[in-house]
């Protein structure tokens, strides 16, 4: 596709191009979800001369073509060369190595300089003239940021934008590379110095010029272009070629008939699309006035990187990605996360470390969050520098990814278009056969080739795209009912196919709120130190206990119109203290040495004694360490009231906090402790502290990993997490039904083992394997643990990397043996954590497969390790549904073959489905409605091709006899019966029973539809043939000979016609099928009362019409009634056969019983990994290796490891 963002001229530079050496192709990595290649092409004048002579020729044909498939325009007019002589450039994109997508870009050329048409809004009178100069080169220095980390200084360069990213060439190292913002490659003290004083206004006009407005604009096409663009898809294109074909017939009123279902079809796409693209240009585009640092007023529109933003006291909307440098902020992100939780921000640390966007995400004002407060310090305003802008922000990158959606592999789409094919090939021997009839019959030039295009048009339906439309807007009407949004029509048939579904814990499947079970502190009173007893009220021990001081400001809480805000576990942890917060409005510089922190203190009175002063407890919180997901930790510095020193308090996972802790500190029973509450459900958070003799200015220049280490550990906090009340239902039901259910959380491995056991993902007689990384070697290497019912079986063993070669023979003839002693599936799942899956992936990369293949429990996975577990899913030839709250699941709803949200927040962009009910109740509804989507939709699918198939039979045997079917008669078989019928299919309700344990069939060309529509247009050929043969056996009867193109009114077109009436009502009855998907077809009203309507009009026009129809259909009645009871009588044996055959043949043995040929079972194991692996696994237990397994070549290999005993 042509870039719409290519609207500059090329201006060529050969001098410089030549010095550099040749490369015609490269790499390029702007989306992690694709393999992405950029080859360069020059156009070539005298193949573009010759592609329009031949245009011209042929009247635009070629350039039809062209629109359907750019790249042949490339191919045909340019050249493949060197990028340094490219005037094009063609990008392309391989999506999971099955999807390619082709984008076409012109390459442009920009001089810096050159700030011709841009308005520098605000700066005005600042702007350098002709007679003036530059006081200093720095209010000139513009470099380019690319996105490895360098810079380019240079004052022209070449590019080309890429799905809104601008890909820079870098001629020294003679590749392309992505612009970046200004942090990439910078540390924090640069930015720090970047922000000193407010960039010139010639140096903000650079900026603009290179990175342009500050606008996420999404494309919104006017309704003629919408009309355009449809019109010329090939199917369309089609249709008018069918239009002219039955025009010159003529068929005047079947064209106007499909002119008005294909002008329907139009309008509805185009209003659609029209309606889609403002709904998001409506939530996405935004600007606003803000303040830069200096005084100006610029338009948001007209910020650039490197400018110095002021925030207002009372907040603002973030329209650009910003580094916090002063002050503090307090933000709603729910845009990004999902949470409407309040988010406190602190100033970017003036330390020399390379500056990184997740580590220091504290820091960064993100945009589209909306900053609720700021906090000033010293009378100075809080300023942020601007990091990124556009498409490159945060917002724009979700935006992108929407714009940009990666390409849905879904194989009943992909077999949809392999049948139009077949049709096609079907319509090339029906006009072979026209051809060779009529030239046999001696008609005339045109009206052979009439009669031939006539032919090929009756074989491709003209309703099917609308009617393909019809089942999915029903199921999500039906879900919008029941509480769930679907922002895209596509995604409902593929959620009908899941076979496994990916759930969050935290919000999805337990409570989102965490209540305070009490806390576990450790006692140093023995040596080394141990936990103590529980104690369920922490609000009665000791103000001056470490613990509760940790507990009451080790958080990001902050007060909002008078009323407490944030974490709601940080909500729950503090008031269980007793304590108050308190944000004094006066500067109190002498007691904490920083202005306006927040100050925590007991409720009652309490003293301390300090150099024999008694003083009020009082602690201020001088500087916070935010959460940090891959460190699993946030901290806070805080002062006691009278103290000189500084006391660092951390909170995290325990065991990533106990590798930060003076071993001395760390009770001896922590482990033992940690399981039991951690195994009984419970979250379980660590709190250690430590001492700090420093000031608060040399604090600010200490690096947080400085900072939180040799911690004296100080006890554990216990939350209570309960499951919400659907869930333990829900996932007992999608067990039932043979999905695989996968929980993937951020949380304790312990607490999520025990989640998983209490809602049934564990199941109570399984093993659970416990797979653990250990790295002490310095190479990882991954150990598995037993236990059943809570209690170690076995011994602790280690897995191999590789299996010795000399080994598989004996392995594999030892496999046999045991595949022949015993064929129950392996009763163990796999449970591990985000640092296990990491080593698993890096360095057993053979296992991943098979190791996933079992496992249900993924803890303490960050965001993309969540969709990698997604993605491997998917490669497994799963169809993975995400089910999450939106916070930190963004990642992995988009990844996952259909999202479900249950967040009602801007987050759900991210995922084609939302409930605003906030629990799994919604998962099982989209997949009902989902199943019955699909099968309505395969439904459909057969029915409008045994349609066109029975109207080309009918047309072919009828071609025979030199006649046809009337124009009226094609109206009334298109619009009354199947339009008619196509209408109502869709609205017969999803079943409400137990889940099927066998999910809808996804092939069309499998063999159980080919079996269904064969036999089905068997039976169809065989009742048309037995009501002409019944027909020629009465002694009255006469032959038709060719009279005219009009005189198609004869006996044969009445025994044809009437027969095949009844066999389009019959096919709209066999093919929509009821349990264990959809409701039986007897419970849609619509439908049977639209078909017992038609049946009895098709009776009446078989039996006795009045003269007035006959004429108006132009039938030719027989000269005996017993004529026409045949066809009532071969109609109704049509139907009872057509009925057994689909509901006993087909879905009972073939689809139900799987009673298919064995070849065709192997093919299609052979095909899905995960069927083979499963296949294998039933047969003995990997992790007991006692056998290796081998794979065709189109599986991953995997390992076998070794036992010391299970």
């Avoid at 870098?170 to 990439?184: C, H, I, N």
């Avoid at 002219?244 to 309008?267: D, R």
């Avoid at 027989?1118 to 009872?1136: C, G, Q, R, T």
Wanted: hydrophobic share 40%; aromatic share 10%; proline share 4%.
């Amino acid at each position: 596709m042509d870039s719409e963002d290519d609207n500059q001229p090329l201006i060529q530079n050969e001098s410089r191009r030549n010095t550099l050496p040749e490369i015609t192709h490269q790499k390029i990595h702007t989306d992690p979800d694709f393999d992405q290649v950029v080859i360069g092409y020059r156009k070539c004048r005298w193949r573009t001369v010759l592609v329009y002579i031949l245009s011209v020729i042929t009247c635009g044909i070629p350039f039809l073509l062209f629109h359907w498939c750019p790249t042949w325009l490339l191919y045909a007019t340019c050249v493949r060369c060197c990028f340094q002589l490219a005037d094009q450039v063609l990008v392309i994109e391989t999506y999971q190595k099955k999807c390619k997508t082709f984008y076409i870009h012109r390459i442009l050329d920009k001089n810096i300089a050159d700030t011709s048409g841009l308005l520098n809004e605000g700066f005005e009178d600042e702007i350098v003239g002709d007679n003036e100069h530059i006081h200093h080169a720095q209010e000139l220095y513009t470099p380019l940021h690319l996105d490895d980390g360098t810079t380019m200084n240079v004052q022209e360069y070449r590019y080309f934008r890429h799905k809104k990213q601008v890909l820079v060439w870098e001629g020294v190292r003679a590749q392309w590379a992505r612009l970046a913002g200004v942090e990439r490659g910078a540390t924090c003290a640069q930015l720090h110095a970047l922000a000193t004083a407010p960039p010139s206004a010639e140096r903000r006009l650079r900026g603009l010029n290179i990175y342009g407005l500050n606008e996420i604009k999404v494309p919104v096409q006017s309704i003629m272009t919408l009309i355009i663009l449809e019109v010329f898809n090939p199917f369309y294109v089609f249709q008018l070629f069918t239009i002219a074909v039955w025009l010159a017939e003529p068929y005047y009123y079947y064209c106007v008939a499909v002119v008005l279902m294909s002008t329907f079809g139009v309008a509805t796409s185009v209003i659609q699309t029209k309606k889609n693209q403002e709904s998001l240009r409506a939530t996405v585009e935004a600007h606003d006035s803000v303040q830069l640092w200096g005084g100006h007023t610029v338009d948001s529109r007209s910020l650039c990187p490197g400018d110095v933003l002021v925030l207002p006291p009372r907040g603002c909307m973030m329209h650009c990605d910003a580094v916090l440098l002063t002050g503090a902020a307090i933000l709603n992100e729910s845009m990004l996360t999902g949470e409407s939780v309040p988010v406190t921000k602190t100033a970017l640390q003036r330390i020399d470390k390379t500056f990184d966007l997740k580590e220091h995400s504290s820091s960064v004002l993100f945009c589209g969050t909306k900053v609720i407060q700021t906090r000033y310090y010293n009378n100075e305003p809080v300023r942020a520098l601007v990091l990124r802008t556009g498409y490159n922000t945060s917002k724009g990158q979700l935006v992108r990814s929407i714009l940009y959606p990666v390409p849905a592999d879904f194989k009943f789409d992909r077999d949809s278009y392999k049948f139009i094919l077949i049709l096609a090939c079907i319509a090339a021997i029906g006009l072979g056969y026209t051809v060779a009839l009529k030239t046999y019959r001696a008609l005339t030039a045109r009206d052979i080739v009439i009669k031939a295009l006539d032919i090929i048009t009756i074989v491709v339906p003209p309703a099917l795209p609308a009617a393909m439309t019809v089942g999915r807007l029903y199921a999500v009407a039906r879900l919008k009912r029941a509480r769930v949004a679907c922002l895209n029509t596509r995604a409902v048939n593929v959620s009908g196919s899941l076979d496994c579904i990916c759930f969050d814990k935290t919000g999805t499947l337990t409570e989102d709120g965490l209540d305070m079970w009490g806390v576990v502190a450790a006692s140093s009173a023995t040596q080394p130190p141990r936990l103590a007893g529980a104690l369920r009220e922490p609000r009665l021990m000791n103000d001056l206990h470490e613990l509760k001081i940790g507990m009451a400001v080790c958080h990001s809480l902050t007060l909002l119109d008078g009323q407490l805000a944030g974490d709601p576990l940080d909500l729950k942890m503090f008031e269980s203290t007793g304590w108050i917060l308190e944000e004094p409005d006066v500067p109190e510089m002498s007691n904490y040495e920083v202005l306006t922190p927040t100050i925590v203190k007991p409720r009652g009175s309490a003293n301390i004694n300090v150099d024999d002063i008694n003083l009020p407890l009082e602690v201020g919180i001088v500087q916070q360490y935010q959460f940090v997901s891959a460190l699993q930790r946030a901290a806070v510095a805080a002062r006691l009231l009278g103290e000189d020193v500084l006391r660092l308090y951390c909170k995290g996972a325990p065991e990533a906090l106990r590798t930060l802790c003076r071993p001395d500190t760390v009770p001896d029973n922590l482990n033992t402790v940690l399981s039991q509450y951690a195994e009984k459900g419970y979250r379980v958070i660590a709190m250690a502290s430590r001492v700090l003799e420093v000031t608060y200015k040399q604090l600010q220049k200490m690096d947080r990993e400085e900072v939180e280490c040799d911690l004296e550990f100080l006890g554990l906090i216990i939350m209570e997490n309960r499951l919400k009340g659907a869930t333990t239902g829900i996932i007992h039901e999608l067990k039932e039904a043979n999905i695989h259910v996968v929980m993937i959380t951020g949380d304790n491995i312990h607490t999520a083992v025990s989640v998983a056991k209490e809602c049934g993902i564990l199941a109570t007689g399984e093993r659970v394997v416990h797979m653990s990384v250990d790295d002490s070697s310095g190479v990882p290497r991954l150990y598995c643990e037993s236990s059943l019912r809570g209690v170690p079986v076995g011994d602790r063993f280690s897995l191999d990397k590789c299996w010795s070669e000399s080994n598989t023979t004996l392995q594999t003839e030892r496999s046999s043996r045991d595949a022949e002693a015993t064929s129950t599936a392996p009763n163990y799942k796999i449970v591990m954590t985000g640092d296990t899956w990491k080593a698993l992936r890096s360095q057993y990369p053979y296992a991943v497969h098979r190791v996933i293949e079992r496992g249900a429990v993924f803890a303490r996975m960050s965001p993309d390790q969540k969709q990698q577990l997604v993605l491997d899913y998917q490669a497994m030839g799963y169809y993975v549904g995400m089910c999450g709250d939106g916070a930190n699941d963004c990642g992995a709803l988009r990844a996952a073959h259909t999202g479900i949200s249950l967040s009602e927040l801007e987050s759900s962009v991210a995922a084609p489905f939302t409930s605003t009910q906030p629990d799994i109740v919604c998962v099982a509804r989209v997949l009902r409605e989902g199943r019955a989507a699909l099968t309505t939709s395969f439904g459909v699918f057969k029915f409008m091709i045994a349609y066109s198939l029975t109207e080309f039979l009918s047309v072919a045997l009828l071609y025979y006899f030199d006649s046809n079917l009337t124009d009226f008669q094609f109206l009334f078989i298109d619009v009354a019966l199947i339009v008619n019928f196509a209408f109502f299919f869709g609205m017969t309700e999803a079943y409400t029973g137990k889940l099927c344990k066998i999910p809808p069939l996804t092939s069309l060309l499998g063999i159980v539809p080919l079996v269904s529509l064969i036999g089905q247009m068997i039976f169809i050929a065989a009742a048309q043939y037995l009501s002409y043969f019944a027909l020629s056996q009465f002694p009255w009867y006469v032959r038709h000979t060719y009279e005219g193109e009009e005189a198609n009114e004869c006996w044969e077109n009445y025994s044809v016609f009437t027969v095949s009436m009844f066999q389009y009502i019959i096919m709209a009855i066999v093919f929509s099928h009821g349990a264990p998907y959809r409701r039986s077809v007897a419970t849609n009203k619509q439908l049977m009362f639209s078909m017992l309507i038609m049946t009895a009009i098709c009776i009446y026009i078989t039996l006795a019409p009045a003269k007035w129809l006959a004429e108006f259909l132009q039938l030719k009645m027989p000269k005996d009634n017993l004529m026409s009871y045949i066809v009532l009588a071969l109609a109704s044996f049509n139907f009872a056969i057509a009925l057994f055959f689909e509901r006993v043949i087909v879905q009972m043995f073939m689809e139900r019983r799987q009673m298919v040929p064995k070849c065709v079972k192997e093919r299609q194991v052979s095909k899905t990994p995960h069927l083979m692996i499963k296949r294998q696994l039933t047969d003995m237990d990997y992790l007991d290796c006692r056998s290796v397994i081998s794979y065709s070549t189109e599986i991953h290999p995997v390992y076998s490891g070794t036992s010391n005993g299970s």
